[in-house]
């Protein structure tokens, strides 16, 4: 595709339950980056992979997060047992060589939590 | 620690030149960023600096970077109407993460 492409654009879920939002990179992009956004603040660093495996997950806030990109391509973030703080917009951005310089952000899955 | 830090809030006239500014912790960080986020658009790269620069130009945007002050700036001249936005200061120690500051709401008004 043309962009970074991100669903669904918003996710509606229920305290404790599990919800999983994808993040279709720029077609033969290696890097592939998730951010959080919270209301009013800039966006945080989740984790980053370099084709399938994820070379830095230092930003995932607890075991309740979880990301995957099995095939080096699309990429799924996965939250169990949701709580009202992970309301947030969830950020995807692809780079082709790695660089953050040269990513490219989606418009990002705004989650709430009720 | 990591901290990048940004005034919330700068309202200019249009026409009239904006300066946003930042300052950040970590005297590490080998880049340093510019992003704009417009309602219902993703992040959009404007602009970085290497940390051995002082100055970058590009068209209608100038940035400053005071490192011994560990102060960035971001200079919009003759600000336009689409140029409002929240502006966010990043840096980075290498090319996997980017530390963001609050952000700045820049309102253009006629």
């Known amino acids: 595709g043309a962009g970074v492409s991100q669903t669904p654009s918003n996710k509606v879920t229920e305290k404790g339950k599990y919800v999983e939002l994808r993040c279709d990179p720029i077609s033969g992009h290696t890097a592939l980056y998730w951010y959080r956004q919270s209301l009013g603040q800039g966006p945080e660093f989740l984790i980053y992979?370099?084709?399938?495996?994820?070379?830095?997950d230092s930003g995932l806030p607890n075991d309740r997060f979880f990301a995957v990109r099995p095939e080096g391509s699309v990429s799924t973030l996965k939250i169990q047992r949701t709580e009202r703080g992970d309301s947030a917009v969830y950020l995807c951005?692809?780079?082709?060589?790695?660089?953050?310089?040269?990513?490219?952000f989606g418009q990002g899955t705004r989650l709430t939590v009720v | 620690g990591e901290d990048v830090e940004q005034s919330l809030f700068l309202s200019v006239r249009e026409g009239d030149s904006s300066v946003i500014n930042c300052t950040y912790t970590d005297s590490s960080s080998t880049y340093l960023y510019w992003y704009k986020q417009e309602p219902g658009a993703g992040l959009q790269l404007l602009t970085y600096i290497f940390s051995n620069m002082d100055m970058k130009q590009d068209q209608r945007l100038t940035v400053l970077l005071n490192k011994k002050d560990k102060h960035l700036s971001l200079r919009i001249a003759d600000t336009q109407t689409g140029d409002s936005a929240i502006y966010f200061c990043?840096?980075?120690?290498?090319?996997?993460?980017?530390?963001f500051g609050t952000g700045t709401r820049l309102q253009v008004f006629p």
């Open positions: 951005a692809s780079s082709s060589r790695g660089r953050v310089t040269e990513a490219f």
């Open positions: 992979f370099q084709g399938t495996g994820a070379a830095d």
């Open positions: 990043a840096e980075s120690m290498n090319t996997d993460k980017l530390i």
